[in-house]
């Protein structure tokens, strides 16, 4: 069973850091692309941050420069840096690993139960 575990979200005030981590379990991690995701109250989830396994990353405009999505194989986790942080940044932050099989035309895709994050002074 393919379990993700996400910590490191909390209270902060603008301008502050908070480390996001998201443990990934019963599955071969390296082959997965990551992301993660967010979803303020009464607006949808957006893209925040990507990182394919080849090492490719990708990042929403709103928060280049301040985050970085990083991995570590060994540790089967994800993590997201994020600093100088915004009113603006306050969601549910989701963790996502996904993997395309294209012998069999199939996706696997799963998704963490989120953590939130509040920047607020």
């Known amino acids: 069973q393919v379990q993700l575990v996400e910590s490191g979200g909390g209270l902060v005030q603008p301008g502050g850091s908070l480390r996001l981590s998201c443990a990934v379990s019963?599955?071969?991690?390296?082959?997965?692309?990551m992301g993660w995701y967010r979803q303020a109250p009464g607006k949808q989830r957006e893209l925040v941050a990507s990182l394919t396994r080849g090492g490719t990353t990708n990042y929403a405009d709103s928060v280049k420069g301040r985050f970085t999505i990083s991995r570590d194989n060994a540790k089967n986790t994800v993590y997201l840096q994020m600093n100088s942080l915004k009113p603006e940044d306050t969601a549910v932050y989701y963790c996502?690993?996904?993997?395309?099989?294209?012998?069999?035309?199939?996706?696997?895709?799963?998704w963490g139960q989120g953590t939130q994050v509040t920047v607020s002074s």
């Open positions: 019963g599955t071969f991690f390296s082959i997965y692309d």
């Open positions: 996502n690993i996904a993997y395309y099989d294209p012998r069999i035309g199939a996706r696997y895709d799963y």
